[in-house]
């Protein structure tokens, strides 16, 4: 653990020694650990009350005249609030807000997570995205169970598994390289959650017919385990995993490699950051 100074003030870095084992990685974030958790359930939960809203049979908005596409950015649009206000939360700052697996790989793949934190947040991450669904179920009940919403259950679309897969790999790709290129300048940083939950509602009109939009292993996992529908699922593991080591790799070669300060997809100078950061060089640096 750290102190590092900027502005007058401290800023507090817990990041892990390199050699760290498994048990100080528990001891010094659990408490991170549990806050990623919780965030990846309040997003699923609110995923799974967005789909039975706009989609079951028995909810008001199903009796509403609105086409397909106005449904899907209904949805996005929702799920997108629900994610730019866990990015700014308290939790979110704290944490980092990876929210999803495959941010959490790329970032261990460009050495700006400690490997036990990793594997921590991995498995954090699947817990509370099940816990999240079960509550839901808990909450919404046959709304959410029965066709044709089905716990929102990502699918690969009418074109089948091949595209289904590029789709993954490609809008995954995207949000990876968006979050990497807003968090690391100096005038973006302030709102890197902006665009990732702009990009969600776009995902949101232009996948379902394609891949169903996940780009998130835990979100998927979380949904088939209650519906118990596993058609394609590798997709929804690879394919995100792979675009954002993919979207990373091109932007760390093109930028060079120390132009990631932190793991964190929203950052502040006042909460305590869990990663081996850099982030208060942005600002010393005058990076642009």
Not at 256 to 285: I, M, N, S
Request: some cysteine; glycine content about 8%; aromatic content about 12%.
């Amino acid at each position: 653990m750290s102190t590092r100074s900027y502005s007058s003030r401290s800023y507090l870095v817990t990041g892990l020694d390199v050699y760290a084992s498994l048990a100080e990685a528990v001891r010094t974030h659990w408490r991170e650990y549990l806050m990623e958790a919780a965030e990846v359930g309040l997003l699923m939960l609110s995923i799974c009350v967005a789909g039975t809203l706009i989609y079951s049979r028995n909810s008001p908005v199903e009796r509403l005249p609105l086409s397909t596409p106005e449904r899907a950015a209904l949805m996005g649009v929702m799920v997108a609030t629900a994610t730019y206000l866990l990015i700014r939360s308290p939790f979110g700052r704290r944490t980092g807000a990876h929210l999803n697996p495959a941010i959490t790989v790329a970032y261990l793949w460009l050495g700006r997570i400690h490997r036990w934190d990793a594997v921590n947040y991995v498995v954090f991450q699947f817990a509370g995205g099940l816990a999240g669904v079960l509550l839901a179920h808990l909450m919404l009940g046959e709304g959410l169970s029965a066709p044709p919403v089905q716990y929102v259950v990502t699918l690969p679309g009418v074109y089948g598994r091949s595209v289904a897969f590029v789709a993954e790999f490609l809008l995954a790709g995207l949000m990876m390289g968006i979050v990497l290129f807003a968090t690391n300048h100096r005038k973006l940083a302030r709102f890197s959650a902006l665009p990732v939950a702009l990009l969600t509602v776009l995902y949101y009109v232009l996948g379902p017919s394609i891949s169903g939009f996940s780009v998130n292993p835990a979100r998927t996992f979380s949904s088939a385990f209650f519906a118990w529908v596993w058609h394609g699922v590798w997709i929804y593991f690879a394919a995100p995993c792979l675009g954002m080591v993919a979207a990373a790799t091109i932007y760390v070669r093109s930028l060079a490699p120390g132009r990631v300060y932190c793991a964190k997809v929203f950052h502040d100078l006042e909460t305590p950051c869990p990663f081996p950061c850099r982030f208060p060089e942005l600002f010393e640096q005058g990076e642009e």
